[in-house]
């Protein structure tokens, strides 16, 4: 009813992971992927490419010209796969990123001169097909090496415009990137809304108005949390469809209308309430912003006390509310604050450190942290010392673990990445809140096998997140121990929600908080272990009201 549909054949996202993904290439072609700390990024569900590989490049186009000849296919997406966050270090690789750029275009020449060329080559079999190219993350921004992109390249910008309120400067700087975008190809560009787990219809709609002159119209994510709660999340695609219908409607009008055609006698009071929340969305994750759930809360309980729950405006109204019971758990929890939560400082990073596990460069002769018993803090049989660094946007992580000489480890799993037989051995997790986020979760084991999570979002979509973490880790089974070398990175940018920790650096003002917990499982017993101990609160060793405070010293 409201035209919005999946197209046929519509193929636009990291388009090169039928490529990269293949465990025959892994086997047989490692050069084709990403170098990192001397090995091929080969393992994982999506491993990095070295864009500098002809080999890869012959691949991927045999590929291309394969969809178009056996399925007539009108474009074919061939931005790089999910989690492509750091260039390859190869020596053909060096000097092609551009770290002056920020995080948003470090990797903007690199991969567009990539396809660029792929989009030239296809020209020569296929004229009239199409190459879509995606400006997202870490090559958001656009080139600034390339003139003018092939005539048969179509751009698609993830997060055109933003799902949170923006002050007028950062709008017109969005729209600026839009334009340059727009000046940069033959073709109209389509915008794609990644994640649809936000409230904002005054922001959707003034950004529609803001960029319809560049965008032809929009793919938006209706991810499977929106799709669980209808009540709440429908507006926002009730509002980008009338807008792209006519970008020239007034949303005021539009909104007004929907209020009083939608919600009936309690028009004012959910307008009152969706306004508020819209423009509280950024601190609904944070526990210092309490106060700010409270009252986005109180707002709507005072529209449901003002309308006759069996009529139809009341039932529309409780479905939205279905939306706001995770909000109403984390009140329950934070409400009250921390108690003076322990404090720890981050030391900054003024030297190289290799990321190998062995923990053996200056920077880790001295380790300020240790774990104690899990509950009180007590003395524990095992002990585990750390220490932490910062370098531009990089949180380092080493720590040591002492242990039984001769057999210092008990390993559940090798798979690499997120699988949950991890914490049937020994682990070591990683807990860190920003103050956008509480939190995310970084469980290690022994091998360097990771399990990383965002804990904010629906359980379903936990493991959707990828920390991006570089971690190693080494065992010295002589000496009985084993330790951990990991380089977190993070970002103040909202654009890519699932990749990477989303917060500014760490200061008094704006502190993060953490825990780092250690599991020790023997048959003959288990130990635990934290940094700040979680007392006999519910949560465990994750009862992130218990987290000690972070900043840089």
Same mark, same amino acid.
């Given at each position: 009813?409201?035209?919005?549909?999946?197209?046929?054949?519509?193929?636009?996202?990291?388009?090169?992971?039928?490529?990269?993904?293949?465990?025959?290439?892994?086997?047989?072609?490692?050069?084709?992927?990403?170098?990192?700390?001397?090995?091929?990024?080969?393992?994982?569900?999506?491993?990095?490419?070295?864009?500098?590989?002809?080999?890869? +490049?012959? #691949?991927?186009? %045999?590929? *291309?010209?394969?969809?178009?000849?056996?399925? !007539? @296919?009108?474009?074919? =997406?061939?931005?790089?796969?999910?989690?492509?966050?750091?260039?390859?270090?190869?020596?053909?690789?060096?000097?092609?990123?551009?770290?002056?750029?920020?995080?948003?275009?470090?990797?903007?020449?690199?991969?567009?001169?990539?396809?660029?060329?792929?989009?030239?080559?296809?020209?020569?079999?296929?004229?009239?097909?199409?190459?879509?190219?995606?400006?997202?993350?870490?090559?958001?921004?656009?080139?600034?090496?390339?003139?003018?992109?092939?005539?048969?390249?179509?751009?698609?910008?993830?997060?055109?415009?933003?799902?949170?309120?923006?002050?007028?400067?950062?709008?017109?700087?969005?729209?600026?990137?839009?334009?340059?975008?727009?000046?940069?190809?033959?073709?109209?560009?389509?915008?794609?809304?990644?994640?649809?787990?936000?409230?904002?219809?005054?922001? +959707?709609? #003034?950004?529609? %108005?803001? *960029?319809?002159?560049?965008?032809?119209?929009? !793919? @938006?994510?209706?991810? =499977?949390?929106?799709?669980?709660?209808?009540?709440?999340?429908?507006?926002?695609?009730?509002?980008?469809?009338?807008?792209?219908?006519?970008?020239?409607?007034?949303?005021?009008?539009?909104?007004?209308?929907?209020?009083?055609?939608?919600?009936?006698?309690?028009?004012?009071?959910?307008?009152?309430?969706?306004?508020?929340?819209?423009?509280?969305?950024?601190?609904?994750?944070?526990?210092?912003?309490?106060?700010?759930?409270?009252?986005?809360?109180?707002?709507?309980?005072?529209?449901?006390?003002?309308?006759?729950?069996?009529?139809?405006?009341?039932?529309?109204?409780?479905?939205?509310?279905?939306?706001?019971?995770?909000?109403?758990?984390?009140?329950?929890?934070?409400?009250?604050?921390?108690?003076?939560?322990?404090?720890?400082?981050?030391?900054?990073?003024?030297?190289?450190?290799?990321?190998?596990?062995?923990?053996?460069?200056?920077?880790?002769?001295?380790?300020?942290?240790?774990?104690?018993?899990?509950?009180?803090?007590?003395?524990?049989?095992?002990?585990?010392?750390?220490?932490?660094?910062?370098?531009?946007?990089?949180?380092?992580?080493?720590?040591?673990?002492?242990?039984?000489?001769?057999?210092?480890?008990?390993?559940?799993?090798?798979?690499?990445?997120?699988?949950?037989?991890?914490?049937?051995?020994?682990?070591?997790?990683?807990?860190?809140?920003?103050?956008?986020?509480?939190?995310?979760?970084?469980?290690?084991?022994?091998?360097?096998?990771?399990?990383?999570?965002?804990?904010?979002?629906?359980?379903?979509?936990?493991?959707?997140?990828?920390?991006?973490?570089?971690?190693?880790?080494?065992?010295?089974?002589?000496?009985?121990?084993?330790?951990?070398?990991?380089?977190?990175?993070?970002?103040?940018?909202?654009?890519?929600?699932?990749?990477?920790?989303?917060?500014?650096?760490?200061?008094?003002?704006?502190?993060?908080?953490?825990?780092?917990?250690?599991?020790?499982?023997?048959?003959?017993?288990?130990?635990?272990?934290?940094?700040?101990?979680?007392?006999?609160?519910?949560?465990?060793?994750?009862?992130?009201?218990?987290?000690?405070?972070?900043?840089?010293?």
């Amino acid at each position: 009813r409201q035209g919005m549909n999946h197209p046929y054949f519509c193929d636009t996202y990291h388009g090169m992971a039928p490529v990269t993904r293949s465990e025959e290439l892994r086997k047989n072609h490692p050069e084709y992927y990403a170098l990192y700390n001397g090995v091929r990024s080969t393992e994982g569900k999506t491993p990095e490419s070295c864009l500098s590989s002809e080999g890869l +490049f012959e #691949e991927h186009v %045999k590929y *291309i010209r394969m969809m178009f000849d056996m399925y !007539d @296919m009108p474009y074919l =997406s061939v931005w790089p796969d999910d989690g492509f966050t750091a260039i390859c270090q190869c020596d053909k690789c060096k000097g092609k990123d551009s770290p002056d750029r920020g995080r948003q275009g470090i990797l903007s020449n690199y991969v567009w001169d990539y396809v660029n060329k792929i989009g030239k080559e296809i020209a020569k079999t296929h004229p009239g097909k199409m190459i879509v190219g995606g400006a997202y993350s870490t090559y958001f921004l656009p080139p600034n090496n390339i003139e003018k992109l092939n005539p048969n390249i179509m751009v698609h910008i993830v997060n055109a415009r933003r799902r949170t309120k923006l002050t007028e400067a950062e709008a017109e700087e969005r729209r600026a990137v839009v334009k340059e975008w727009a000046r940069l190809t033959d073709n109209k560009v389509i915008a794609f809304n990644n994640v649809g787990g936000a409230n904002t219809p005054n922001v +959707f709609a #003034e950004d529609i %108005k803001g *960029i319809k002159d560049y965008i032809i119209g929009e !793919d @938006m994510w209706i991810n =499977s949390g929106s799709l669980e709660q209808p009540g709440f999340m429908h507006l926002n695609y009730y509002v980008c469809a009338r807008m792209w219908w006519n970008p020239d409607l007034d949303p005021d009008n539009l909104l007004n209308e929907y209020y009083k055609t939608f919600y009936g006698p309690v028009a004012d009071e959910m307008k009152a309430f969706i306004n508020y929340y819209e423009a509280e969305q950024g601190n609904m994750k944070s526990i210092s912003s309490a106060p700010v759930i409270k009252k986005a809360l109180d707002l709507f309980d005072k529209t449901v006390s003002k309308v006759n729950p069996d009529s139809v405006y009341g039932k529309r109204v409780a479905l939205f509310g279905e939306g706001l019971e995770s909000n109403r758990k984390f009140y329950d929890i934070v409400k009250d604050g921390r108690d003076n939560p322990p404090v720890f400082k981050i030391i900054k990073v003024d030297s190289e450190i290799k990321l190998d596990g062995k923990l053996d460069e200056d920077f880790w002769k001295e380790f300020p942290g240790e774990l104690k018993g899990l509950a009180d803090g007590e003395d524990i049989k095992y002990p585990a010392k750390f220490k932490m660094g910062l370098k531009d946007n990089d949180l380092y992580v080493g720590i040591k673990l002492m242990d039984e000489k001769g057999n210092p480890v008990n390993i559940s799993q090798s798979k690499p990445l997120d699988d949950s037989v991890l914490w049937y051995g020994d682990a070591v997790e990683i807990l860190l809140e920003t103050p956008m986020n509480s939190y995310y979760q970084i469980a290690i084991n022994p091998e360097g096998s990771i399990c990383d999570l965002d804990r904010s979002t629906n359980k379903n979509d936990w493991f959707n997140w990828d920390s991006e973490a570089d971690v190693k880790t080494y065992i010295n089974k002589e000496e009985g121990y084993w330790t951990i070398e990991a380089r977190i990175p993070f970002t103040p940018s909202t654009q890519d929600p699932l990749h990477e920790i989303i917060g500014s650096t760490p200061s008094e003002e704006k502190p993060w908080f953490f825990n780092i917990c250690r599991q020790r499982i023997r048959e003959d017993g288990n130990e635990s272990s934290t940094f700040s101990p979680v007392g006999k609160k519910s949560g465990g060793s994750r009862n992130f009201m218990a987290f000690g405070k972070l900043i840089v010293k």
